[in-house]
Nanobody, 122 residues
Framework: QVQLVESGGGLVQTGGSLTLSCATS????????MGWFRQAPGKDREFVTA????????LASDSVKGRFTLSRDAGERKVHLQMNNLKPEDTAVYYC???????????????WGQGTQVTVSS
């Protein structure tokens, strides 16, 4: 069983920045992709961004392109989501996920973290 632990959520003003991190217990490279999804109150969970361990190739939703950057630290088995120019509509619970295929569908990710709250005040 792969365990994912998120950290770094919090409250920030519009235009501010936050960094979320996620550590995976997977040391045998059972999973090849790490991703982030988010769920705002009353809305469905949506894809944010993802990265492949092997080559660092990333995928991001249009709503965060140019503002959010996902990086990986293979040695530490962590990913870091740098979020800049945050907007009130970015307010959500952010979930770290791990899977085998780079994609935007939740079904591509077999493992999920508990989630961390990000709140952007206007």
């Amino acid at each position: 069983q792969v365990q994912l632990v998120e950290s770094g959520g919090g409250l920030v003003q519009t235009g501010g920045s936050l960094t979320l991190s996620c550590a995976t217990s997977d040391r045998s490279f059972r999973t090849q992709v790490m991703g982030w999804f988010r769920q705002a109150p009353g809305k469905d969970r949506e894809f944010v961004t993802a990265v492949k361990w092997a080559d660092g190739n990333t995928l991001a939703s249009d709503s965060v392109k140019g503002r959010f950057t996902l990086s990986r630290d293979a040695g530490e088995r962590k990913v870091h989501l740098q979020m800049n120019n945050l907007k009130p509509e970015d307010t959500a619970v952010y979930y770290c996920s791990a899977g085998v295929v780079l994609g935007m569908r939740q079904s591509a990710y077999a493992y999920w973290g508990q989630g961390t709250q990000v709140t952007v005040s206007s």
